[in-house]
């Protein structure tokens, strides 16, 4: 369906379309189809443009079963703490172990605890019961701000397999212990130098590794948990560290970290394994491509571009207009905000004149269309801060759509996700782990 709009008379406009693809409903098996053309790829980027927008999230798992009966995709990992997604994965691949009450419960919990992202890890658990353990897809978080919850999940390890070997880490740990109810504390005595844990948390990863041939005797998926825990801990001590010492860096921390941490999943059972993310287009979309790249940033996409070439697709989303659940400030309570109409010298108004409801742009392999939009317009990010009072300071930056993304899903109007309220109930399994 196409809506009729005044063109401003930008040629691109005319461009895209003729060359936006429409896009059957989310729901339509057609839809996700359309995304077979990049199934061969290794590692699929699927970003969005809020942290709050229902579409987004629909596509994307519409997309990701296709890409995973169809392809042979057998890693999700999303931008959220390890250990939280870690509990969701024992509930979809079946592990017999229904996770942790407290899990996406901080800010901002409508990010993953919501009706769409519920519906999708409830598609995965009924995927993977149907297969064979080592067919069944792995569902993995990347992001590195679970410092409390990661050293503790490492103690709980070693209190388990070794209690000497636990004794010593709570050693260690007792550096930055005092700070885990407020991390970035640390990073404010840090910077003032009264405290730093960098090599304590560094060697109790060593400590850790050094013992792998012995600990992965009893539990090997344990163990791995473990070690990617005892990696959080040691990033996010230099993340928290580091943001004391500027954005930029801090920024490069946690992408850096989100990027290695695919990577090691990439390389696991013999490196045959293929990986989709989900994360937001600032993170997937390849920075030097932006105003981001221009102030020093770089970020996981970029990071996947250079190791991966061809065999990396990075799939940007936008909207012009609709709702969005987001915060006023860090911390904040949840809102449903209206997000306002595009503006004019941005790439969301040209696909708004384009007159196409929900599109695909593909220029992967069209070098002339890439060349059509190798050109610099502002982008909206909304993250899980909406301000639209101020949105072309805080929301809009400068990129060149076609070196950032390899391919673009529109849609004009877009609506909220549905927020999932309160902590899971305690043994009710049939509706854990969101509660609904």
Known sequence: ???????????????????????????????????????????????????????????????????????????????????????????????????????????????????????????????????????RVALRGLDVYSLSRSLTEVLTYLDRVDPGAAADARERYSCIAPFLAEPQRYGAAAHAGYVDCEDEVVSQLVALLRQRPAYVQSDGEAFADAEQNARVVAAAEGYYRAMYRGSVESWNLRDSHMFDTLERLLRADGGGGKAIVWAHNSHIGDASATAMGASGEFNIGQLCRERFGRDCVAIGFGTDRGRVAAADDWGGAMHVKTVLPSRGDSWERLFHEAGVDRSLTDWRSDSGLARVLDRTRLERAIGVIYRPETERRSHYFEARLSRQFDAFVWFDETRAVRALPGQPPEGAPDTYPFGL
């Open 1 to 135: 369906m196409t809506v009729p709009v005044q063109s401003t008379g930008d040629p691109i406009v005319e461009v895209l379309r003729r060359r936006a693809e429409p896009l059957a409903d989310i729901d339509d098996p057609a839809f996700a189809a359309a995304f077979d053309r990049f199934g061969d790829a290794r590692v699929v980027l699927l970003g969005e443009a809020s942290h709050g927008t229902s579409e987004f999230y629909r596509a994307r798992a519409a997309i990701s079963r296709r890409l995973i009966a169809q392809h042979g995709f057998r890693i999700v990992a999303i931008e959220a703490d390890w250990p939280d997604v870690a509990d969701l994965d024992r509930f979809v691949r079946n592990r017999g172990v229904w996770g942790q009450a407290d899990s996406f419960v901080n800010f901002p919990r409508w990010m993953w605890r919501n009706a769409e992202f519920a519906a999708f890890v409830r598609d995965l658990r009924g995927w993977n019961l149907e297969r064979d353990t080592p067919d």
